[in-house]
């Protein structure tokens, strides 16, 4: 919620809400029992408004940033994915966990199947604007959205603009037996290519490149980037799809 109200603040958002989702398999659960549902739904949903308001209003004292407050009953992620449609930008909490280790399978990974909105997934209390980005493009045309969103979400950061690559049949030349001298020498072209393509696309981005550090690297897409997120030491990661999938704009920071 801070980093909602940081951000709600900094970029002059107009509509903004706090949303809280009752999961349905509750009441589900106690129709099972053959408990009184109707009571106990209706005491479970009224104690959760007053601490959501109460939430809210603590939040408001810190921040000076109010919260439209929602609390809805049913499915999470079709919840969040109904509430979404109305908003520019989700705001989701996460766990400690590594952001690309715990993308897949997580409630994140599976909301962004359902909506078509940007969503910034935060992991820990914030203190201060992001200072320091990375930005993982693949050259598809998302690329310059993802680019833009994270320009915008952290207008005055510095931006670590990663693109990793991977030739085309490389494994299957190794299993083929192809000499470690032929394989190079087709990583290589591939990275002058890539290098090509990233120059190509700084010079089509409306960005101001100063403060950008580029980096093309070779390896398996999900395991470079954790190792260049050690290395660059971002608070804010931001992943765009890869052309052609289901999956939307994702941002993953503090």
């Not at 809400?17 to 509750?26: D, G, I, K, R, T």
């Not at 939430?55 to 407050?69: G, L, M, N």
Request: positive net charge; hydrophobic residues 40%; glycine residues 6%.
């Amino acid at each position: 919620e801070e980093r909602a109200a940081m951000l709600g603040t900094t970029l002059a958002i107009r509509r903004r809400a706090l949303l809280h989702v009752q999961e349905q398999s509750w009441i589900d659960f106690l129709k099972r029992l053959r408990r009184p549902v109707k009571s106990i739904r209706h005491g479970i949903i009224e104690n959760a408004s007053h601490s959501w308001a109460e939430h809210i209003e603590e939040i408001s004292r810190f921040s000076d940033f109010f919260f439209e407050p929602q609390l809805r009953t049913g499915n999470v992620l079709d919840v969040i994915a109904e509430v979404a449609s109305g908003f520019d930008i989700i705001v989701l909490g996460a766990s400690e966990r590594h952001f690309i280790r715990s993308l897949l399978g997580t409630t994140s990974q599976r909301l962004l199947e359902k909506i078509k909105c940007p969503m910034l997934v935060v992991k820990r209390k914030p203190y201060e604007p992001y200072r320091r980005i990375l930005v993982a493009i693949d050259f598809s045309p998302n690329s310059h959205k993802v680019m833009a969103y994270g320009s915008v979400i952290a207008p005055k950061a510095c931006i670590f603009l990663v693109h990793i690559f991977k030739p085309l049949f490389e494994m299957t030349m190794r299993y083929a037996g192809v000499s470690d001298e032929l394989i190079e020498e087709n990583r290589t072209r591939a990275y002058i290519e890539a290098e090509k393509q990233m120059i190509r696309f700084m010079g089509e981005s409306e960005i101001d490149f100063r403060y950008v550090f580029r980096y093309v690297e070779h390896g398996q897409t999900s395991s470079k980037l954790i190792e260049m997120a050690r290395k660059c030491k971002p608070d804010l990661i931001v992943i765009g799809k890869h052309s052609g999938s289901r999956i939307e704009e994702f941002l993953r920071g503090s």
